[in-house]
Nanobody, 118 residues
Framework: VQLQASGGGLVQAGGSLRLSCAAS????????MGWFRQAPGKERDFVAA???????YYADSVKGRFTISRDNAKNTVYLQMNSLKPEDTAVYYC?????????????WGQGTLVTVSS
């Protein structure tokens, strides 16, 4: 599975961005997908996941602000990020796998940088 993340950029606090992660190489609809982020000097943290069943999960820090979704026809998962805060600044990575999405999931995109200015 190859993953290509895009959509990062510079945004002011309170603004919005939508990240995309396009997948190829395997039946997308059977995969669980997720987003993680890594700020400078910090560990890679879970942000959100969407299962093949469409169940979704979020980190407490983004609940109510971020929404994960998927379009199986386009082999793409999205992360809509609203009410962005400076502490959301990080490189965002998409991940995929057949099991629970964690930092040990087998497939990863290259990351896309999100910078939120105050």
């Amino acid at each position: 599975v190859q993953l290509q993340a895009s959509g990062g950029g510079l945004v002011q606090a309170g603004g919005s961005l939508r990240l995309s992660c396009a997948a190829s190489g395997r039946t997308f609809s059977n995969l669980n997908m997720g987003w993680f982020r890594q700020a400078p000097g910090k560990e890679r943290d879970f942000v959100a996941a969407i299962m093949w069943s469409l169940n979704t999960y979020y980190a407490d820090s983004v609940k109510g602000r971020f929404t994960i979704s998927r379009d199986n026809a386009k082999n793409t998962v999205y992360l809509q990020m609203n009410s962005l805060k400076p502490e959301d600044t990080a490189v965002y990575y998409c991940a995929a796998g057949r099991g629970v999405i964690t930092t040990t999931s087998p497939y990863w995109g290259q990351g896309t940088l999100v910078t939120v200015s105050s």
